[in-house]
C-alpha cells in the first residue's frame, strides 16, 4: 500500500468486546484515572505484508513485517500475531515503516529490523537499524546517516538486512540511494559502509516522478554456508550480482550474472530476491522488470524470469516456468526453498492482476513446475487448494466469483513467500491485504497435473482432492484509518484503502461498508436518527458516487448520485449530516467544485452558498438547522439548514494546519477546534474552544499542537461529555483527555502504547465513560479503556 497519509492485548470495558452500554454494575472510576489498556478493534491485515521471515534454527519463530504499520512476532500458542514497535513516537513516526528484518539463527533471541519509511522528504528523519536481544519484546536503536524507505518502491524486494550465520555478531544491510552495502560487527549497534563493495546500484524506475526516482540499490544478500560465500543483488542489469568468498573483504561480479538476469524477453530487469538450496549447492534468483510492487506486465514480452546458478561450478540455468494460463509472466516475487525437501522450491507471480496471481512449485530443482490453477477449455478454472476467508470475510470484498475471478484471492503484490524450514507442510505469503497460509502444502505433489486432453486433444480438468489454504493474520493490523464515528453500539470507520468497516463487536470486522470507495476517506451520523450513516471515499472511475449512505445503521449501503463535475480517481473529501439525518452534507477533496447538500438521501445535490471549496463542515449535535464550516482561518456558520454560510467574523483562528473541529453532543453551539498549525508558515497550532456558535474562541495555552478533538460519555457527576485529543502539551505528543469540560487534562496512554502517528481522528464512546477510539496510520483501529 502507498500512503502519505499520517496516519497490545487487553481487556476491554465490558466482559466481550462488543460495543454497547457498560454493565449497570460497572464501577465507574474518578475523573482523574489515566491508567488506559489499549486493544485493536479487529481488522485482521488490511494492509501489505512484504516480508515474512522463518528464523532456521528455533521451531514456531516467526517474524512480519509491514510497509507502515511495525513488525510483528508470531505467537504459535494463539496463532496470532504480536506488535513489536507500538512503543515508536510520533517524533519517529518513520520507524513505523520496516524495510526488511533478520532473525539470529545462532542466538534466536536476537532480531533486528531495518526502518524508515521514506527516502523522501515526507519522512523529516533518516533510517535505522533497530536491534532486539529478546525477540523483539524491547528494542535499542542505531541511527544510520541515510533514509530508508519502508514503504517505497522496491520494499518487497530483499531481504536487505541479514544476520552472517557463520559469525552471528556480524550483519549486512543493503541500501538505496547510492549509499552501497553496510555492515555491522557488533550486532548491530555500530554500523560502517563496505567501502570494497564496488556498486551502489544503477537502477531508477521514472526519474521524472520523486516516489519512483529512487536508485533501488543493494537489494539483498545472501549466504551460500557450504560454500563459505556471501552473494549480493544490485539493482543494475549490466551487473547485477557480487560474491565474496574471503568473508567480505574483497567482491567481484559473478561471470555470467548480467546475460542470466539482466533482461527478460528484451525487458530490462533487475534481481528482485533470491534463495540459496545449500545441499544442491544453487543460487535462485527471481527478476522483475520494475521494483514493484505494483507493477503488471510490461508493454510487451515476459516481466520477469527464474534462474538458477549452480554455486560450486558457476553454471546458469533459465529455470522460468514456461506456462501462464493468461499469456506472459508479469514479474516474480516471492521465492522460497524447502530446507527439508532439497529441491523444492516456489515462487509468486507479481500481479498478475486478471484473473489472479499464480503460486509455482518445482520438486526438481526448476526443471519442471506446476501451478496453483489453470484453465481448462475455455476460461474454466480449476484449483489446487480452497480459500477460506472465515478469518477476515471482508477478504471477498463485497463481491462475487466472476468466472475465473475469484472474489476471494490469492492476492497480488506477493512478494513474501516463506516455507517453514523445519515443516514441508507450513507455508505463510502475503499480500496487499492480509497473510494466507496452510499446514497441507506437501498434499499438493500428490495431486498431480490439474489439466490433462480427452481423446479430442481437448483440455480437460483433472480430479484433484484440494486441501485449504486460510488466513493467518490474526493479530496483525495493518490498516491506515481516516476517520471514525461512535454512534453507540456500533463503530464506523473510513480507512484507506479498504473503504470501512462497522463494527457491532470489535472482535470481528464486519459488515464492510458496500460502496464503491477504494479508500474511505470520512464518516458521520445523524445525532437524533442513529440508524442514518453517512460517509465518502475515493473512487476509480467517472460514474461513479463518492459518497454512501445507510439507514440501517451500516447494514445495507447505497451510493449517492455523483456530483457534477467531480471525476474519480480520489476526491473523497469530509461529510457531515444534520442532527435529525434531513440533510447531508458533501465538500469533495482536491477539487475545484464548491461543498454540496443533498435533502434527499444523496439523490440529487445543491450547491451551499457562502463557502469556499475545500471548507470543512460540521453539524450542531443539538439543532439540526445549524451547521458549522472553516477554511483558512475563516469559521463560517448557517443557521437555515446548511443551505447558506456566512462568516462568524471570528478572529485568532490558525490559518493552517487544521485538520479537524467539532460541536460538542448535548450542549448547543459548543465548538472545539484542534490546530497542528504549519512549521513551514510559521502559524501557531493548538486547541481553540467557543461557547456561541463559533463567534469568539478561547484558545487553550496548555497545548502546543493539537491533531484532533472528540468526545465520549461524561465522568460520573459532571455534565459535559469526556474530551480526547491527539496533541501536543509540554512537548510530549500523546493522548490526552479532559473531564471537566477542558479545564484539566491528562495523558492516557503510555511510552509503550504510541502507535508513531495515532489520532489524526478521535472519538470516545458516547455508552462507555472512559473508552476511547483512536485512527493510526498503519496500526488499524485503536481503542482504549480504563484499567480495572
Same mark, same amino acid.
Given at each position: 500500500?502507498?500512503?502519505?497519509?499520517?496516519?497490545?492485548?487487553?481487556?476491554?470495558?465490558?466482559? /466481550?468486546?462488543?460495543?454497547?452500554?457498560?454493565?449497570?454494575?460497572?464501577?465507574?472510576?474518578?475523573?482523574?484515572?489515566?491508567?488506559?489498556?489499549?486493544?485493536?478493534?479487529?481488522?485482521?491485515?488490511? #494492509?501489505?505484508?512484504?516480508?515474512?521471515?522463518?528464523?532456521?534454527?528455533?521451531?514456531?519463530?516467526?517474524?512480519?513485517?509491514?510497509?507502515?504499520? #511495525?513488525?510483528?512476532?508470531?505467537?504459535?500458542?494463539?496463532?496470532?500475531?504480536?506488535?513489536?514497535?507500538?512503543?515508536?513516537?510520533?517524533?519517529?513516526?518513520?520507524?513505523?515503516?520496516?524495510?526488511?528484518?533478520?532473525?539470529?539463527?545462532?542466538?534466536?533471541?536476537?532480531?533486528?529490523?531495518?526502518?524508515?519509511?521514506?527516502?523522501?522528504?515526507?519522512?523529516?528523519?533518516?533510517?535505522?537499524?533497530?536491534?532486539?536481544?529478546?525477540?523483539? *519484546?524491547?528494542?535499542?536503536?542505531?541511527?544510520?546517516?541515510?533514509?530508508?524507505? +519502508?514503504?517505497?518502491?522496491?520494499?518487497?524486494?530483499?531481504?536487505?538486512?541479514?544476520?552472517?550465520?557463520?559469525?552471528?555478531?556480524?550483519?549486512?544491510?543493503?541500501?538505496?540511494?547510492?549509499?552501497?552495502?553496510?555492515?555491522?560487527?557488533?550486532?548491530?549497534?555500530?554500523?560502517?559502509?563496505?567501502?570494497?563493495?564496488?556498486?551502489?546500484?544503477? @537502477?531508477?524506475?521514472?526519474?521524472?516522478?520523486?516516489?519512483?526516482?529512487?536508485?533501488?540499490?543493494?537489494?539483498?544478500?545472501?549466504?551460500?554456508?557450504?560454500?563459505?560465500?556471501?552473494?549480493?543483488?544490485?539493482?543494475?542489469?549490466?551487473?547485477?550480482?557480487?560474491?565474496?568468498?574471503? +568473508?567480505?573483504?574483497?567482491?567481484?561480479?559473478?561471470?555470467?550474472?548480467?546475460?542470466?538476469?539482466?533482461?527478460?524477453?528484451?525487458?530490462?530487469?533487475?534481481?528482485?530476491?533470491?534463495?540459496? *538450496?545449500?545441499?544442491?549447492?544453487?543460487?535462485?534468483?527471481?527478476?522483475?522488470?520494475?521494483?514493484?510492487?505494483?507493477?503488471?506486465?510490461?508493454?510487451?514480452?515476459?516481466?520477469?524470469?527464474?534462474? $538458477?546458478?549452480?554455486?560450486?561450478?558457476?553454471?546458469?540455468?533459465? /529455470?522460468?516456468?514456461?506456462?501462464?494460463?493468461?499469456?506472459?509472466?508479469?514479474?516474480?516475487?516471492?521465492?522460497?526453498?524447502?530446507?527439508?525437501?532439497?529441491?523444492?522450491?516456489?515462487?509468486?507471480?507479481?500481479?498478475?492482476?486478471?484473473?489472479?496471481?499464480?503460486?509455482?512449485?518445482?520438486?526438481?530443482?526448476?526443471?519442471?513446475?506446476?501451478?496453483?490453477?489453470?484453465?481448462?477449455?475455455?476460461?474454466?478454472?480449476?484449483?489446487?487448494?480452497?480459500?477460506?476467508?472465515?478469518?477476515?470475510?471482508?477478504?471477498?470484498?463485497?463481491?462475487?466469483?466472476?468466472?475465473?475471478?475469484?472474489?476471494?484471492?490469492?492476492?497480488?503484490?506477493?512478494?513474501?513467500?516463506?516455507?517453514?524450514?523445519?515443516?514441508?507442510?507450513?507455508?505463510?505469503?502475503?499480500?496487499?491485504?492480509?497473510?494466507?497460509?496452510?499446514?497441507?502444502?506437501?498434499?499438493?505433489?500428490?495431486?498431480?497435473?490439474?489439466?490433462?486432453?480427452?481423446?479430442?486433444?481437448?483440455?480437460?480438468?483433472?480430479?484433484?482432492?484440494? @486441501?485449504?489454504?486460510?488466513?493467518?493474520?490474526?493479530?496483525?493490523?495493518?490498516?491506515?484509518?481516516?476517520?471514525?464515528?461512535?454512534?453507540?453500539?456500533?463503530?464506523?470507520?473510513?480507512?484507506?484503502?479498504?473503504?470501512?468497516?462497522?463494527?457491532?463487536?470489535?472482535? $470481528?470486522?464486519?459488515?464492510?461498508?458496500?460502496?464503491?470507495?477504494?479508500?474511505?476517506?470520512?464518516?458521520?451520523?445523524?445525532?437524533?436518527?442513529?440508524?442514518?450513516?453517512?460517509?465518502?471515499?475515493?473512487?476509480?472511475?467517472?460514474?461513479?458516487?463518492?459518497?454512501?449512505?445507510?439507514?440501517?445503521?451500516?447494514?445495507?449501503?447505497?451510493?449517492?448520485?455523483?456530483?457534477?463535475?467531480?471525476?474519480?480517481?480520489?476526491?473523497?473529501?469530509?461529510?457531515?449530516?444534520?442532527?435529525?439525518?434531513?440533510?447531508?452534507?458533501?465538500?469533495?477533496?482536491?477539487?475545484?467544485?464548491?461543498?454540496?447538500?443533498?435533502?434527499?438521501?444523496?439523490?440529487?445535490?445543491?450547491?451551499?452558498? +457562502?463557502?469556499?471549496?475545500?471548507?470543512?463542515?460540521?453539524?450542531?449535535?443539538?439543532?439540526?438547522?445549524?451547521?458549522?464550516?472553516?477554511?483558512?482561518?475563516?469559521?463560517?456558520?448557517?443557521?437555515?439548514?446548511?443551505?447558506? @454560510?456566512?462568516?462568524?467574523?471570528?478572529?485568532?483562528?490558525?490559518?493552517?494546519? /487544521?485538520?479537524?473541529?467539532?460541536?460538542?453532543?448535548?450542549?448547543?453551539?459548543?465548538?472545539?477546534?484542534?490546530?497542528?498549525?504549519?512549521?513551514?508558515?510559521?502559524?501557531?497550532?493548538?486547541?481553540?474552544?467557543?461557547?456561541? +456558535?463559533?463567534?469568539?474562541?478561547?484558545?487553550?495555552?496548555? @497545548?502546543?499542537?493539537?491533531?484532533?478533538?472528540?468526545?465520549?460519555?461524561?465522568?460520573?457527576?459532571?455534565?459535559?461529555?469526556?474530551?480526547?485529543?491527539?496533541?501536543?502539551?509540554?512537548?510530549?505528543?500523546?493522548?490526552?483527555?479532559?473531564?471537566?469540560?477542558?479545564?484539566?487534562?491528562?495523558?492516557?496512554?503510555?511510552?509503550?502504547?504510541?502507535?508513531?502517528?495515532? #489520532?489524526?481522528?478521535?472519538?470516545?464512546?458516547?455508552?462507555?465513560?472512559?473508552?476511547?477510539?483512536?485512527?493510526?496510520?498503519?496500526?488499524?483501529?485503536?481503542?482504549?479503556?480504563?484499567?480495572?
Amino acid at each position: 500500500m502507498q500512503r502519505r497519509t499520517f496516519l497490545a492485548s487487553i481487556g476491554a470495558a465490558a466482559a /466481550v468486546a462488543t460495543i454497547g452500554p457498560a454493565p449497570a454494575q460497572a464501577k465507574v472510576h474518578a475523573p482523574g484515572a489515566c491508567t488506559y489498556t489499549w486493544k485493536n478493534a479487529v481488522i485482521n491485515g488490511g #494492509g501489505f505484508v512484504p516480508g515474512i521471515i522463518f528464523n532456521e534454527t528455533e521451531q514456531n519463530l516467526i517474524y512480519a513485517r509491514t510497509d507502515i504499520g #511495525g513488525c510483528y512476532r508470531w505467537q504459535e500458542n494463539s496463532r496470532t500475531w504480536k506488535p513489536l514497535l507500538d512503543w515508536v513516537g510520533r517524533d519517529k513516526w518513520g520507524y513505523s515503516g520496516v524495510v526488511s528484518m533478520a532473525t539470529d539463527p545462532v542466538d534466536t533471541h536476537r532480531v533486528y529490523a531495518a526502518v524508515g519509511t521514506y527516502t523522501i522528504d515526507w519522512d523529516p528523519n533518516n533510517g535505522a537499524v533497530l536491534y532486539s536481544d529478546d525477540k523483539g *519484546d524491547t528494542w535499542g536503536i542505531a541511527e544510520l546517516p541515510f533514509k530508508q524507505g +519502508g514503504n517505497m518502491p522496491g520494499r518487497g524486494m530483499g531481504e536487505r538486512l541479514v544476520v552472517n550465520p557463520a559469525d552471528n555478531a556480524e550483519l549486512y544491510l543493503g541500501t538505496p540511494n547510492g549509499n552501497g552495502l553496510w555492515r555491522s560487527k557488533d550486532h548491530g549497534r555500530t554500523w560502517a559502509q563496505v567501502e570494497e563493495f564496488p556498486n551502489p546500484g544503477n @537502477f531508477v524506475a521514472d526519474p521524472s516522478n520523486p516516489l519512483l526516482a529512487d536508485n533501488q540499490g543493494v537489494l539483498w544478500i545472501d549466504f551460500d554456508q557450504a560454500g563459505g560465500k556471501v552473494y549480493v543483488g544490485v539493482a543494475d542489469p549490466e551487473d547485477p550480482l557480487y560474491v565474496s568468498e574471503d +568473508g567480505g573483504s574483497t567482491w567481484q561480479a559473478v561471470p555470467g550474472a548480467a546475460e542470466a538476469l539482466g533482461s527478460a524477453d528484451g525487458n530490462r530487469t533487475i534481481p528482485g530476491q533470491s534463495a540459496v *538450496d545449500n545441499v544442491n549447492g544453487y543460487l535462485y534468483v527471481v527478476t522483475s522488470h520494475d521494483p514493484g510492487p505494483y507493477n503488471g506486465a510490461p508493454a510487451s514480452g515476459d516481466g520477469g524470469k527464474i534462474v $538458477r546458478l549452480a554455486t560450486r561450478t558457476g553454471e546458469w540455468t533459465d /529455470v522460468t516456468p514456461g506456462y501462464n494460463p493468461r499469456g506472459v509472466i508479469p514479474a516474480f516475487g516471492g521465492i522460497t526453498v524447502d530446507r527439508q525437501n532439497p529441491g523444492t522450491l516456489m515462487a509468486a507471480t507479481r500481479n498478475n492482476w486478471y484473473p489472479d496471481e499464480i503460486l509455482y512449485r518445482s520438486t526438481d530443482s526448476g526443471a519442471t513446475w506446476q501451478l496453483s490453477w489453470d484453465y481448462a477449455e475455455g476460461q474454466d478454472r480449476h484449483d489446487r487448494f480452497d480459500m477460506d476467508n472465515t478469518g477476515s470475510p471482508w477478504l471477498s470484498w463485497n463481491g462475487e466469483d466472476q468466472g475465473p475471478q475469484y472474489a476471494v484471492k490469492h492476492g497480488w503484490m506477493i512478494d513474501a513467500l516463506a516455507i517453514d524450514p523445519h515443516n514441508s507442510d507450513r507455508i505463510m505469503w502475503g499480500t496487499g491485504a492480509t497473510i494466507w497460509g496452510t499446514e497441507e502444502l506437501t498434499r499438493w505433489d500428490a495431486q498431480g497435473e490439474l489439466i490433462g486432453q480427452n481423446e479430442a486433444g481437448e483440455r480437460v480438468a483433472l480430479p484433484v482432492e484440494k @486441501f485449504t489454504v486460510a488466513v493467518r493474520v490474526e493479530g496483525l493490523e495493518e490498516c491506515a484509518i481516516l476517520d471514525l464515528a461512535a454512534l453507540g453500539g456500533a463503530l464506523v470507520s473510513a480507512v484507506g484503502d479498504v473503504g470501512g468497516f462497522v463494527h457491532t463487536n470489535l472482535d $470481528r470486522a464486519e459488515p464492510m461498508i458496500d460502496t464503491d470507495w477504494s479508500t474511505g476517506t470520512s464518516v458521520d451520523f445523524a445525532q437524533y436518527e442513529r440508524d442514518i450513516i453517512v460517509g465518502t471515499g475515493n473512487v476509480h472511475g467517472n460514474e461513479k458516487g463518492h459518497v454512501g449512505v445507510s439507514t440501517d445503521r451500516g447494514k445495507t449501503w447505497k451510493n449517492a448520485a455523483r456530483v457534477e463535475g467531480v471525476l474519480g480517481d480520489g476526491h473523497g473529501g469530509t461529510v457531515a449530516i444534520s442532527a435529525n439525518g434531513s440533510r447531508i452534507f458533501w465538500t469533495p477533496g482536491s477539487s475545484e467544485v464548491t461543498p454540496v447538500y443533498s435533502t434527499d438521501l444523496g439523490e440529487t445535490w445543491i450547491p451551499v452558498r +457562502g463557502l469556499p471549496a475545500g471548507a470543512k463542515i460540521r453539524s450542531d449535535r443539538v439543532d439540526p438547522s445549524v451547521l458549522y464550516a472553516f477554511s483558512s482561518g475563516t469559521f463560517y456558520r448557517s443557521t437555515d439548514g446548511g443551505a447558506t @454560510f456566512a462568516a462568524t467574523g471570528a478572529r485568532g483562528l490558525p490559518t493552517a494546519g /487544521v485538520d479537524d473541529f467539532r460541536a460538542v453532543p448535548g450542549h448547543k453551539k459548543h465548538l472545539w477546534l484542534a490546530g497542528r498549525g504549519d512549521e513551514k508558515t510559521g502559524v501557531t497550532g493548538g486547541m481553540w474552544r467557543s461557547r456561541d +456558535g463559533g463567534s469568539t474562541w478561547k484558545r487553550i495555552t496548555r @497545548f502546543q499542537t493539537a491533531e484532533s478533538v472528540g468526545f465520549g460519555k461524561a465522568a460520573k457527576r459532571s455534565s459535559y461529555p469526556t474530551i480526547y485529543s491527539s496533541a501536543r502539551i509540554g512537548g510530549k505528543a500523546a493522548i490526552y483527555r479532559s473531564t471537566d469540560g477542558g479545564s484539566r487534562w491528562v495523558r492516557i496512554n503510555d511510552d509503550d502504547h504510541q502507535w508513531a502517528w495515532s #489520532g489524526s481522528a478521535i472519538t470516545g464512546d458516547p455508552w462507555i465513560y472512559g473508552r476511547v477510539y483512536l485512527t493510526t496510520n498503519g496500526r488499524g483501529i485503536i481503542y482504549g479503556d480504563i484499567a480495572r
